[in-house]
């Protein structure tokens, strides 16, 4: 599968952006999708993910009530709908798949990964 992140720019701190995550190829309803982001100087971070059921998601403390994560496997893409963000937000932001069975938990490492989107926050 390749992916193909989408939706960064510059947005002031308190508003909204929504990422997008286009997949192409086959079976992407099998795919669980991360994204990641990574700050200046800072370690990548999965900061959202959604399980290819997509009832189950995680978010890392610092986003949580905040990004929400979602997927339209109608038409191949997972969003990132970020509210309220910060300038400690600003970052490239990753999207990133791996195939999963039903039952597995949502993954922390991944096998395919799109291009970045950079997000900025001014303050």
């Known amino acids: 599968v390749q992916l193909q992140a989408s939706g960064g720019g510059l947005v002031q701190a308190g508003g909204s952006l929504r990422l997008s995550c286009a997949a192409s190829?086959?079976?992407?309803?099998?795919?669980?999708v991360g994204w990641f982001r990574q700050a200046p100087g800072k370690e990548r971070e999965l900061v959202a993910a959604i399980h290819r059921s997509d009832r189950n998601t995680y978010y890392v403390d610092s986003v949580k009530g905040r990004f929400t994560i979602s997927r339209d496997n109608a038409k191949n893409t997972v969003y990132l709908q970020m509210n309220n963000v910060r300038p400690e937000d600003t970052a490239v932001y990753y999207c990133?798949?791996?195939?999963?069975?039903?039952?597995?938990?949502?993954?922390?490492?991944?096998?395919?990964w799109g291009q970045g989107t950079l997000v900025t926050v001014s303050s």
């Open positions: 190829g086959p079976s992407f309803s099998r795919y669980a």
């Open positions: 990133a798949g791996k195939q999963v069975i039903l039952t597995a938990p949502i993954p922390s490492t991944y096998d395919y």
